[in-house]
């Protein structure tokens, strides 16, 4: 019975690894299925329709097609391991794994493999540093950057002084919601404010005594690390207690309109970061109606174009592309390969001119990747629902982290890193 | 016609009490070991060891261990996951306070911190049984991952809560760490899978298997004829939550690399492997491997057919697959309540008699 098996997998498995030529292969380690699917989905969705586009308007990009290879991960890092090794030999060029903990996962195994992994807006924060994660890009904002920008726009709201506030973190209590801790931390202590740390565990339906907490303590400010299903019930629990929603602020992967919609209107004027801009009113997105969903080719049932998290999963594939292009031009060929995607990236430069005649013009700040950097600047601005229209509006302008507390320890993060596997500098 | 003892003559009681006394299993077995050592490590590729035979071993080594508590011992136990975790985080810890410690030793040694750890949670098992052990060891479960999730120093205060393992060698192969080739991190887990298979079968066939058996299929009556409960069920946890340790060091260090461990620990995989057991077999050694088979390798298998093969939508395959899993679950245990190695008893005890049934 086992060898039948045994059998069938390895009929199946060649089938899998059939040679494909001449195409630009993007991995998508999606989920469409689980707590995280409400999320997962948009992304997805925003991630292939963007290289469809490019297939389907430009002829590829350089004149190579674009081959999205789906796998489902269901935000397991065990099936993002199979995804992974199942697709790497399909001439991979990037993964974007849209998982904190697959992330961690495929650093050293991609690395090795010479593969690139862009991680934008999570991931490993102190991947920031190019010196020591050569394979590893998490432009254009981090977690720790992500942080900071929430506190200083607190700051902002506050007359420059947050002295004597009490501030509590409600977060997924795993890598991804662990990440900011000691970022807030640090920056309590400059700012003199509390912080309270409130951990949800996976996959976060549970969160009555932790918002129990919080009606106890009444802190000023709530921030959220939450992803999935954690999300909505977060923002329900809060309109429960009645905790005014202009004082609580989602990070980028807890302001989506899937988090909001199930509260109604007790969610109107709940905040959360973004480091892109919200909507369509983009030419790019007239560009996605025509060729893409009017022409019946798009991911899913089409009905996510311009929500936050499909503008996100495009902006991801947007940057893909773009170091695709920059790669091509570096080596003078059209087929490029991974350790060319890398250099690719590595010299990528997002300004108006890019974005301009692709469309995107205004959708995210201008950036910068240079080898010690691959993080990019790190700019965030604050985004606020309003119910009865269903929108998302930008409330500020893109906000600078304080780079003066985060840098340190980036370094000292990374420097462990570096020394536990023993990685010398790339750069010099 | 051939599968049969006839012909098959044992000259020695160590002959006659052999584990495979029929001559056609024997040379499947050895077929099998054959195949397994010498064959499978030239033609491994990294999909095949990572997404299928490496994670099939391990949960075949977790298997094992839960195996011999609740189908020897007749202790239920839904700690697994918890144990686990213990295993991963004293191999992370000794992999990373001692540089030089041979990687086989780390695994065993933190198969042996968790058999410590395991026997302190097995203490109530004195005191309670059934579906009140089934709670108090669903506490350590919670109470373990929390533990991991709580104290830094578990993770060497990292910002995220991960632990990563780094490489370590042996006999100049790299078995753990991202360049880690197929071949070595395969056949390191075979060998362990191979040697602690052969424990598990001599020790459920000697005195200490069979106490084991006694109380579970009666306590008091075994209290009676002198099989001491407290010894008895103690060395059942305390085997148990090697093996089990040994497959949570493994999966972290060799299979995944790096693990959180809400995530890689949590209930699900203690109700998994509860699950292998119950639909390999309780009580029987082949049926840890097929249960593990089962609920590892069709997974993969179907994902293969649906959205390799077939192509269909990766999230309907998805879907699709939990409802044949699930459906094979619920056929397996209506059709042959005592699992799939139940079957396969008494498919050979048919054969045995083939083609005269009278």
Known sequence: MKLKKLAALAVAGAMLASPVMAELVFPSLSYRTGPYAANGTPVADGFADYMTLLNERDGGI??????????????????????????????????????????????????????????????RTSAANGNVFSHVFNFPANYWTGASVAVNYLLSENGGSLEGKKIALVYHNSAYGKEPIRTLQALAEKHGFSLT??????????????????????????????????????????????????????????????????????????????????????????????????????????????????????????????????????????????????DGLENLVISDETMEPIGFKGFAPNFTVSCQN????????????????????MVTDFIEPDMSVIQPLIDEDSAAYAAENNIAPQCN | MFYREAGDYKTTYAEDSQTFPLKLDRYAYYTLLAVAFLVVPFVINDYWASAVLIPFLI???????????????????????????????????????????????????????????????????????????????????????????????????????????????MFGYEVTGPSASAPAKYM???????????????????????????????????????????????????????FIGVAGALFFAVYLGAVEVGEAFGIQKSFLVLFMIIIGGLGSILGSFIGAAFLVLLPVLLKNIMAGALGWPIDLAAHIELVIIGFLIMLTLVLEPHGVAQLWRVAKQKLRLWPFPH
């Open chain 2, 188 to 242: 390191f887990c075979l060998v362990l899978v191979l040697g602690l298979a052969w424990v598990a079968r001599n020790l459920t066939r000697g005195r200490i298997g069979r106490s084991w058996m006694a109380i579970r299929d009666m306590d008091i009556a075994a209290e009676i004829i002198g099989v001491n409960p407290l010894k008895t069920k103690l060395t059942a946890f305390a085997v148990s939550s090697f």
């Open chain 1, 62 to 123: 350089g004149g190579v097609m674009t081959k999205v290879v789906e796998c489902e991960t269901g935000y397991s890092t065990e099936k993002g391991v199979e995804c992974y090794e199942s697709t790497k030999g399909l001439g991979a060029l990037i993964y974007e794994p849209l998982s904190t903990g697959i992330t961690y996962q495929l650093i050293p195994k991609a690395t090795a493999d010479d593969i690139p992994i862009l991680t934008t807006g999570y991931g």
């Open chain 2, 59 to 169: 949960w075949s080594i977790a298997s094992l261990g839960l195996n011999i508590l609740t189908g020897y011992c007749g202790q239920v136990s839904l700690g697994t996951g918890g144990f686990m975790a213990v295993g991963a985080y004293a191999a992370y810890k000794l992999m990373t306070s001692f540089p030089d410690l041979n990687i086989m030793i780390i695994v065993l040694l933190s198969g042996a911190i968790t058999a410590a750890v395991g026997v302190l949670f097995g203490l109530p098992s004195l005191r309670i049984k059934g579906f009140y052990l089934a709670v108090a060891t669903l506490a350590a479960q919670f109470f373990l991952v929390w533990l991991f999730n709580k104290f830094e120093w578990f993770y060497n205060y990292s910002a995220s809560g991960q632990i990563s393992a780094p490489t370590r060698e």
């Open chain 1, 197 to 342: 740390l409130l951990p949800v565990d996976h996959p976060g339906q549970e969160q009555k005594s932790q918002w129990l907490q919080i009606r106890r303590e009444r802190p000023d400010y709530v921030l959220m690390w939450g992803w999935g299903v954690m999300n909505q019930v977060a923002i329900q629990e809060a309109a429960n207690i009645h905790f005014p929603m202009d004082h609580f602020i989602g990070i980028w992967w807890s302001g989506s309109e899937n988090d909001v919609i199930p509260a109604g209107m007790a969610a109107d004027g709940y905040k959360a970061l973004t480091f892109h801009a919200v909507g369509t009113d983009f030419p790019v997105f007239a560009d996605i109606q025509k060729y893409v969903v009017d022409a019946g080719l798009a991911a899913g049932d089409g009905s996510n174009v311009g929500t936050v998290l499909y503008n996100r999963g495009m902006y991801g594939a947007m940057l893909a592309a773009e170091a695709v292009k920059v790669a091509q031009r570096m080596n003078g060929v059209a087929d490029i390969t991974a350790g060319m995607m890398r």
């Open chain 1, 374 to 393: 691959h993080g990019g600047p790190g700019l965030g601005a604050v985004q606020q629902w309003h119910a009865d229209s269903k929108t998302w509006e």
